[in-house]
């Protein structure tokens, strides 16, 4: 393989696998190098239940993916790998990999996702304390399994409580924006477990409902055929009670007055934060960072999928929060893109 022929892709979630897939479906070669030694991304790496909107189980959505990469003559991957140093420009790109080899390539894409906020810097609602404080990966694994219970002792729930904006939207702890997805997915979460659980109830606290688009049926469909409740709430704290539940503590910010329910589990709606690596990518591939830490794109509308190097592209959640199918359709742009780049430069080389 040559720089002239060949696409370096860094990650392999959902928008990277499908930058690998474009840049092969147009006889280019693509080249996978992903840190983990399994490819998939967030959906396969925690456990993901069913996508929205499909309904169709994360492991088998995403394992098309995977498949349709590994059996591509056009794709080389290297798992447990990362880029620990670049050289040359667009055109001329030599990435040196944690594993020893070297890999030429004419253009970059940048699919290396995003890190869940991690639940112990709001210890006030009981992550890290209490047994039955979850995350909704967590909530998704036990989903997974097609059994509700209650982790301290394996009972049935009769209250599920999910608090959303975990991490999102707080200014108090430096995460200022909405992580775009938590919404649709915790009330997807919510119609799951009635159906697994159907003696369970399930409430959902939040500040505002955003199922943007057409996910707003969603939000419907959870409270006609469901009874999801919903409660908008500031919560104040989690604790637990004489009799071993947990109480959630807030205000009802609809009629201004405090309220103490008690709960089985409480799952927090964990946001979207910066890949926790990206400090470290930054400096290695000699691009911006954002003011919140993620990958900065290149001009807004000409160069979307752009980032401040040339020849560099990124897609997914990388670049802010993202779902599935817009990380899928992002990567679609950026592998067309970076393919583009070498026909640019076989055509100024004749």
């Given at each position: 393989m040559s720089a002239q022929d060949t696409v370096?892709?860094?990650g392999a979630g959902p928008s990277g696998l499908s930058a690998a897939a474009t840049i092969a479906s147009m006889g280019t070669k693509a080249v996978i190098v992903e840190k983990e030694d399994i490819l998939g991304g967030a959906p396969i790496i925690s456990g993901y239940a069913k996508l929205?909107?499909?309904g169709e189980w994360a492991k088998d959505a995403i394992g098309r993916m995977v498949s349709r990469v590994e059996g591509d003559d056009n794709v080389v991957i290297h798992k447990s790998a990362k880029v620990i140093q670049l050289e040359g420009n667009v055109g001329n790109f030599t990435a040196t990999l944690s594993n020893g080899q070297?890999?030429?390539?004419g253009s970059i894409v940048l699919g290396t996702g995003f890190t869940h906020f991690d639940s112990i810097n709001k210890p006030e609602w009981g992550f890290g304390t209490y047994e039955d404080v979850l995350t909704t990966t967590q909530l998704e694994q036990m989903v997974g399994t097609g059994q509700i219970r209650c982790p301290s002792d394996g009972r049935v729930p009769e209250r599920i409580a999910i608090l959303l904006c975990v991490g999102s939207r707080d200014r108090q702890i430096g995460r200022e924006w909405c992580s775009k997805i938590c919404c649709t997915v915790?009330?997807?979460?919510?119609?799951?477990i009635k159906e697994i659980s159907p003696s369970t109830d399930v409430f959902i606290y939040y500040m505002d409902i955003r199922t943007f688009g057409l996910y707003e049926e969603f939000y419907w469909k959870s409270q006609e055929e469901f009874k999801t409740k919903y409660i908008k709430a500031r919560i104040a704290e989690v604790t637990r009670s004489p009799d071993g539940r947990l109480l959630v503590k807030g205000e009802d910010t609809l009629v201004k007055r405090p309220i103490v329910i008690p709960m089985d589990i409480v799952v927090h709606a964990i946001g979207m934060d910066p890949n926790a690596l990206n400090s470290e990518i930054a400096k290695t591939f000699g691009i911006g960072l954002e003011k919140h830490g993620f990958i900065d794109r290149a001009e807004q509308y000409t160069n979307s999928q752009g980032t401040t190097r040339k020849g560099i592209y990124v897609c997914g959640a990388a670049t802010g929060p993202e779902t599935i199918d817009d990380s899928i359709t992002q990567g679609q742009s950026a592998g067309s893109r970076a393919v583009?780049?070498?026909y640019r430069q076989q055509e100024m080389v004749s």
């Open positions: 370096l892709v860094v929205v909107p499909s070297k890999v030429e390539a915790s009330i997807n979460l919510a119609m799951e583009g780049d070498l």
